[in-house]
């Protein structure tokens, strides 16, 4: 396939999506490094959800924000294998979040004003970053 010259917004986002993804890798790493106290002082609640999660939890999260990560840089280098990466991120926020909510008391103990906007929100940009790659890669932009 022939990459043709992508336009001005698309780097543009294609930009703003790596530094989502560094800020998120970020986030992951004081996670790790904190546990319960990487988003600020954490109360016996949160303590003790952090302290419930399964092993594999903490793996998900670095997967899903490592590959986002690493999408954007394929955006940026203009590689195909954005796809693949965006469609990872987006299957291991889906997986964290869904045991989250579904196996967790955290929306009836926080309310699900307080906790369910901003996974949302990262869920969205994943599927929008993923659906962005394709659109890419229809137009010739990432070959």
């Given at each position: ?36 106290e ?43 294998l ?39 929100l ?22």
């Amino acid at each position: 396939m022939i990459v043709t010259r992508a336009p001005r917004w698309f780097r543009i986002v294609a930009w703003l999506l790596l530094a989502w993804g560094m800020v998120g890798c970020v986030a992951c790493v004081q996670q790790f490094r904190l546990g319960a106290e990487a988003m600020g002082p954490a109360d016996d609640y949160q303590r003790a959800l952090y302290a419930a999660l399964p092993i594999w939890y903490n793996a998900v999260y670095a997967v899903a924000v490592g590959t986002a990560l690493l999408g954007a840089l394929a955006l940026l280098a203009r590689s195909v294998l954005a796809i693949p990466l965006f469609a990872v991120s987006l299957v291991a926020v889906a997986i964290q979040f869904g045991w989250l909510f579904a196996t967790t008391d955290i929306i009836a103990h926080r309310g699900a004003a307080t906790v369910v906007p901003f996974p949302l929100l990262i869920a969205g940009i994943a599927a929008a970053s993923l659906g962005l790659s394709r659109h890419a890669r229809g137009r010739g932009w990432i070959g």
